[in-house]
C-alpha cells in the first residue's frame, strides 16, 4: 500500500514539474513575442487623439473600404486587384518574430531586424510592382526593412528645425511638401516661402498633374457644376461648385527623424525616387540621443546639421503617374502625420478627443492624405482612361496593425497566432514545413490513433505447473539408483536405518539374492546406458512375489 | 474520445483550409470548414451511458462443471436516447460461455429496457465475481466513443466436484472406520429409547410420558440414548509443489475433490469433520455436523491456492491436542518435498489414529507437462514407492492414487505396500 502510494505521489510529482516546465516554456514564448504596450495609439480603429480614426472615417465616407491588417503583409499577395489598394503602415512599434524562411537565392534565413521578414518585405515590393499604394508613416521604429527595398533609409534620430510651431513646443515642425524648405516670418510660416509639390504641379497636362486637377479640368470643359458630395474623391478641395485643386501642402509633423536615400539594396523595379519635402538648411539632428546638440568633430558621436529629406516619394514607374502601370511608395519621416489630433485638428481643438492645454494650428496634412488616396484609389473611364472622380469599385485602404503593440494580451496573442498562421500559408519555407507537417500528422493519426478494441470474452485456463527439470539427470546417475535400490530393499525387509546400515555385506548379498544387482551395488564402476537401463528394470521388479 | 474517423475527418479538414489558404482556393477552404464544422456539430450530438443494470444468476454457489445461467437488465434512465450503447458484461476468463453472449450493442429510448442471456460454463472451482458491466456509447455517426462501467458485481463461489465415493467404502475391505451415528448405552439426546425416570422441573414436555403418567398418577419422563459421532479429520496439502500438472489435473486439484467428496460422505452419515489445509500456513476448521459444516468445507476448498512449503509434522505436532482420540485421519498430500511425512505419521499411527493417506502421483501429474527421461521416472517411481512402503510400515493405509483415476476406484485400490 505504502509502495502504490508513493508512486502515486511520483506520478502527480511528474505530471505537476511536467505541466510546470511547459507553462514556463510557454510563457517564455510569449513574453518574446507578445508585447503588451500602453494604450495602443497610431491605430485607425481606435479614436483616441492619437489614433488615426478620423482619417479611416474621411476614407469611408468617401466609399473605399478599409480594412485592418493584424497578420502579416504576407496576405497582400493575395490581392486580386493591388492597383486600387492602398496600404498604410503608420508607426512600426514591433520587431518581426523570427521565423526561418527561404531568402531570394533559396537559402533558408532567419529575419533578424527592423520590422518586417524577407517575405514581407517582398510582398509589399511586388504589391508595389502591380500598382499598389503605399504610405509608410515613421520615425523612430521598424521600418528600416522596406525602405531599403525602396532605396531610401530612416535615420531614426530625433530631427530639430527652426521651423517649428512657437505656440506650441520645438517637437512640432512645420514642413511643406516642396522641393525646398518653407520659412517662418516670426512666429508663423511665410507664405512666401510656400511653393507647389513637386509631381502634382508639373506643367505636363496629364502625367505630371494631381488627378483631381485632371477631373477639375475635365469638369471644367464639360461646364459641370458639382456639389460637395458629387465631389467625390476630390472633396477636399471643393470650392463654389467646383474643383480648385491646390498643390501646396503645408504639413505639421510632430517628434521626426530624417529620410536618406540609400540605394545599395533597391529593389531593380523601383525606378525612380523623388524628394517631395525637406527641413530647413538649418535643421539638426540629435544621432546620438543625448538631447543635446553638438556639432563638433571632437565629440565621439557628433550630430548632424544641415537640411534633410522629410518626404520622399518612390515608384514603380518613371513619371509616378496614376495613368501608367505601377505603384508607388510615400515615405513620411514621421509616424504621428495623420494622427487626429494633427489630421481633425478642429475636432481636436474644439475637445473631440479629449481635454485640449494647446491648439493644433491649422494644417494641410488632411488635404494631403486624402490627396494621395485619391491619386491611389480614383477610378478611371474604362474607354478613355480619364479620371471619374469616384473611387474604383474594388478600391480599398489597408491599415498594418500588425506591427502596433497591443494593450492586452488576447488581442496581441491573436495578432501572432494569426501572423503564425499567415506564415505558414504564405512563406516557401513555411509552406513546405506545413506539407511536411500535415504529413506527419495524417501518419500519426494513422498510426496512433486507435478505435477501441471490440469487446470479446476470452476463455482461458492454460496453466502448466512444471516441477524441477534439473533433477532428472540426477535420478538417472549410478549412485542415486544404489541408493533407491537399498532403500526398497531396507524397506521391503521391515530394517530401520541403524540395523541395515550394521548389516554384514554378506546378510546384504543374501538379501538381495541377484548376483546383477549384487554386483551393481557392491562394484565401483562405470555403467554404460544399456547397463544401466538394466539395472533399473531389474531394480522394479526386484521382490515382486 | 474521437474515433479514427473523427481523427481523419478533423485533420483532413484542417489540411484542407490550411492548402486551401496556401493556393488561394476558397472552395477548398470551405470544404476543410465544412470537415471540422462535422465535427464540431456532432461533439454536441452524443449519447450516454446513464442506464441502469440489474444481473440475475441461476445459482450463487454451483459445482465445478455446472452451468450458470446469467440474465442482464439494461434499463435507460434518462429522458435521453442512448444512440450507440454497447454493454459489456465483464465474465472472469476462468469462465466459458456456453451459449448466448456476454455484450449486446443496443439504442435504447427514454425508460426502455434490454436484456442480455447467457450461459457460462464453470470448469475451475474458486472464489469469482461477474461484473463490472462495461458500457461504451457512440454517437450517430460513431464520431465519438466515450467507455464507463457500472460497478455492480454478483459474487459467486465454485465448489469442487464432489465423487460418489460410498461404493467404494463398502467394497473396499480398507479403510474400515467405525464412523457414523453410533448408539451409545448411556442417556442423553438421541432417537432410541432408553428408559424412564420421573419428572424434574425444565424437563421439556414432549418428552413426558403420558401413558405412564396415566397408569402411575407421576408425571414420567422418556429417556433417550445418546447418539455419538465420530470426529474425522482431513488433512489437505496445499503446498506449492501441490500445482505440479495441468490446471485440471493437479495434486491439488484431485485433492480438494478428494476433500469435498469425503467430507460430503462423512457428513451424510452423521460424522463431524473437520478440514485442516497447510501451505504457508495452517487453516484449521474445526469438527461439525450438518449443511453448515458442508458449506463451510467447500467453501473453504473453494479457495485454497498453492503456495508455501509448511511440513506436515508441524501441523499435527500443532493439532495433536486436538485431534479426538482415535479418531480417522485423512491426510490428502503427495508427499512430495517432505521429510517430515514418515515422522507425523508415525506419530499419528502411535497416538491410535486411524491414518489413511491418499497421494496423488506427483511424479505421474509432472509427466503431463514434462518430458521425463524414461529412466529418471523409473527411479523417481522406485523412489516414491519406498515412501509409500515406508508409510505403509508406519502402520497407514496409503493409496496411490494416479492421475487417471477416479477417487473411487483409487480407494478400492488401497494397496498392502
Known amino acids: ?545 | 474520445m474521437w474515433t479514427r474517423k473523427a481523427s481523419f475527418t478533423f485533420a483532413g479538414g484542417i489540411s484542407l483550409i490550411l492548402i486551401g489558404m496556401m493556393i488561394s482556393n476558397h472552395q477548398m477552404m470551405i470544404l476543410g470548414l465544412s470537415f471540422v464544422a462535422f465535427i464540431v456539430a456532432n461533439s454536441w450530438i452524443s449519447g450516454h451511458g446513464d442506464v441502469e443494470v440489474q444481473r440475475t444468476l441461476s445459482a450463487d454457489n454451483l459445482y465445478k462443471g455446472d452451468d450458470l445461467y446469467v440474465e442482464l437488465l439494461v434499463t435507460n434512465r434518462s429522458s435521453r436516447r442512448t444512440q450507440t450503447l454497447e454493454v459489456y458484461d465483464n465474465v472472469p476468463h476462468e469462465m466459458k460461455l456456453r451459449s448466448g453472449l456476454n455484450q449486446m450493442k443496443m439504442n435504447l429510448g427514454p425508460g426502455e429496457s434490454a436484456r442480455i442471456r447467457y450461459v457460462l460454463r464453470c470448469p475451475l472451482r474458486g472464489h469469482f465475481s461477474i461484473g463490472p458491466v462495461s458500457l461504451r456509447y457512440r454517437n450517430t455517426f460513431n464520431l465519438s466513443v466515450e467507455e464507463m462501467f457500472v460497478d455492480h458485481h454478483s459474487d459467486m463461489i465454485v465448489f469442487p466436484q464432489l465423487r460418489d465415493v460410498e461404493e467404494a467404502f463398502i467394497r473396499s475391505r480398507t479403510p474400515k472406520m467405525y464412523t457414523g451415528a453410533t448408539t451409545l448405552r448411556t442417556p442423553g439426546p438421541g432417537t432410541e429409547f432408553y428408559s424412564l425416570r420421573e419428572y424434574v422441573p425444565g424437563d421439556p414436555f414432549k418428552n413426558i410420558n403420558w401413558k405412564a403418567f396415566a397408569r402411575t398418577g407421576d408425571l414420567m419422563i422418556n429417556e433417550k440414548c445418546r447418539d455419538a459421532v465420530t470426529d474425522l479429520y482431513i488433512i489437505l496439502d496445499s503446498r506449492d509443489i501441490a500445482r505440479i500438472g495441468t490446471v485440471l489435473k493437479n495434486p491439488l486439484e484431485m485433492g480438494t475433490v478428494a476433500a469435498a467428496s469425503l467430507a460430503n460422505f462423512f457428513l451424510q452419515r452423521r460424522d463431524s469433520v473437520s478440514l485442516i489445509i497447510y501451505d504457508e500456513k495452517l487453516s484449521y476448521l474445526p469438527p461439525d455436523t450438518g449443511d453448515k459444516q458442508h458449506f463451510k468445507i467447500l467453501s473453504s476448498l473453494a479457495g485454497v491456492a498453492p503456495k508455501g512449503a509448511m511440513p506436515l509434522q508441524a501441523v499435527t505436532n500443532s493439532l495433536a491436542a486436538r485431534f479426538s482420540r482415535g479418531s480417522p485421519i485423512f491426510i490428502i498430500s503427495s508427499c512430495e518435498g517432505d521429510g517430515t511425512v514418515p515422522a507425523a505419521i508415525r506419530d499419528l499411527v502411535g497416538r491410535g489414529h486411524e491414518v489413511t493417506v491418499l497421494s496423488p502421483s506427483s511424479i505421474d501429474f509432472e509427466r503431463l507437462v514434462s518430458r521425463i527421461p524414461r529412466m529418471s521416472y523409473e527411479v523417481l517411481k522406485i523412489e516414491r514407492q519406498n515412501r509409500m512402503t515406508s508409510l505403509a510400515g508406519f502402520g497407514s493405509q496409503v493409496i496411490d492414487w494416479m492421475p487417471d483415476m477416479d477417487l473411487s476406484q483409487a480407494l478400492l485400490q488401497v494397496r498392502g505396500y
Not at chain 1, 537640411?307 to 505603384?327: D, H, K, M, R, Y
Not at chain 1, 494622427?339 to 494650428?361: L, M, R, S
Open chain 1, 1 to 545: 500500500m505504502a509502495a502504490d502510494g508513493n508512486s502515486k505521489f511520483k506520478r502527480i510529482g511528474l505530471q505537476f514539474a511536467f505541466w510546470g516546465v511547459l507553462i514556463i516554456l510557454f510563457g517564455t514564448l510569449m513574453v518574446n513575442f507578445v508585447n503588451i504596450g500602453q494604450p495602443n495609439q497610431l491605430s485607425a480603429y481606435d479614436d483616441d487623439w492619437d489614433d488615426l480614426s478620423a482619417f479611416r472615417q474621411d476614407i469611408n465616407d468617401m466609399g473605399i473600404k478599409t480594412k485592418s491588417l493584424v497578420s502579416s503583409p504576407l496576405l497582400l499577395e493575395e490581392l486580386e486587384d493591388p492597383r486600387n489598394v492602398t496600404f498604410v503602415i503608420a508607426g512600426v512599434e514591433r520587431d518581426t518574430i523570427s521565423l526561418p524562411q527561404f531568402s531570394g537565392d533559396s537559402v533558408v534565413t532567419f529575419a533578424s531586424e527592423d520590422g518586417y521578414s524577407p517575405g514581407e518585405v517582398d510582398a509589399i515590393v511586388e504589391f508595389v510592382i502591380k500598382g499598389g499604394t503605399v504610405i509608410v508613416f515613421e520615425d523612430y521604429g521598424y521600418a528600416n526593412t522596406i525602405a531599403e527595398k525602396f532605396g531610401v533609409k530612416f535615420k531614426r534620430a530625433q530631427l530639430f528645425d527652426t521651423v517649428y510651431v512657437h505656440e506650441l513646443d520645438y517637437n512640432y515642425i512645420w514642413t511643406c511638401m516642396q522641393l525646398s524648405p518653407c520659412g517662418m516670418n516670426g512666429t508663423v510660416i511665410d507664405t512666401e516661402t510656400i511653393e507647389s509639390h513637386s509631381r502634382w504641379n508639373s506643367s505636363d497636362a496629364l502625367s505630371g498633374r494631381h488627378i483631381c486637377a485632371v477631373w477639375a479640368d475635365l469638369m471644367a470643359l464639360n461646364g459641370t457644376t458639382i456639389s460637395k458630395d458629387e465631389a467625390g474623391l476630390c472633396a477636399q478641395h471643393h470650392q463654389d461648385g467646383v474643383i480648385e485643386y491646390n498643390a501646396s501642402y503645408q504639413m505639421l509633423l510632430n517628434n521626426i527623424t530624417s529620410i536618406d536615400i540609400d540605394e545599395s539594396n533597391k529593389h531593380s523595379a523601383m525606378i525612380t525616387q523623388g524628394i517631395r519635402a525637406v527641413s530647413s538648411s538649418e535643421a539638426t539632428i540629435d544621432i546620438n540621443g543625448d538631447g543635446e546638440i553638438q556639432l563638433s568633430t571632437n565629440t565621439k558621436t557628433p550630430d548632424l546639421w544641415g537640411q534633410f529629406n522629410l518626404s520622399i516619394e518612390v515608384c514603380a514607374s518613371v513619371t509616378c503617374s496614376p495613368f501608367e502601370a505601377g505603384g508607388r511608395v510615400h515615405f513620411i519621416a514621421d509616424g504621428s502625420t495623420l494622427i487626429n489630433a494633427i489630421y481633425d485638428y478642429e475636432g481636436f481643438n474644439a475637445g473631440k478627443y479629449g481635454p485640449v492645454t494647446k491648439e493644433i494650428p491649422a494644417n494641410d496634412n488632411r488635404k494631403w492624405a486624402l490627396d494621395v488616396i485619391a491619386e491611389a484609389l480614383m477610378g478611371l473611364d474604362p474607354v478613355t482612361g480619364m479620371p471619374l472622380g469616384e473611387p474604383s469599385p474594388t478600391a480599398m485602404v489597408i491599415f498594418d496593425e500588425s506591427r502596433h503593440v497591443q494593450s492586452n494580451v488576447a488581442t496581441d496573442t491573436y495578432n501572432m497566432l494569426y501572423f503564425v498562421l499567415v506564415y505558414f500559408t504564405g512563406e516557401g519555407l513555411a509552406k513546405l514545413l506545413l506539407f511536411i507537417g500535415l504529413f506527419v500528422l495524417f501518419e500519426g493519426v494513422l498510426l496512433k490513433k486507435k478505435d477501441p478494441d471490440p469487446w470479446r470474452h476470452v476463455f482461458s485456463i492454460i496453466y502448466y505447473g512444471f516441477g524441477d527439470a534439473n533433477r532428472y539427470s540426477y535420478y538417472a546417475k549410478t549412485n542415486k539408483i544404489k541408493q533407491v535400490f537399498l532403500s526398497k530393499v531396507r524397506n521391503q525387509n521391515g530394517l530401520t536405518r541403524e540395523e541395515f546400515d550394521s548389516m554384514p555385506a554378506r546378510e546384504l548379498q543374501a538379501m538381495i539374492a541377484d548376483p546383477v544387482l549384487v554386483k551393481f551395488v557392491f562394484e565401483n564402476r562405470d555403467f554404460t546406458l544399456e547397463q544401466t537401463v538394466a539395472i533399473v528394470k531389474r531394480v522394479k521388479v526386484w521382490g515382486r512375489v
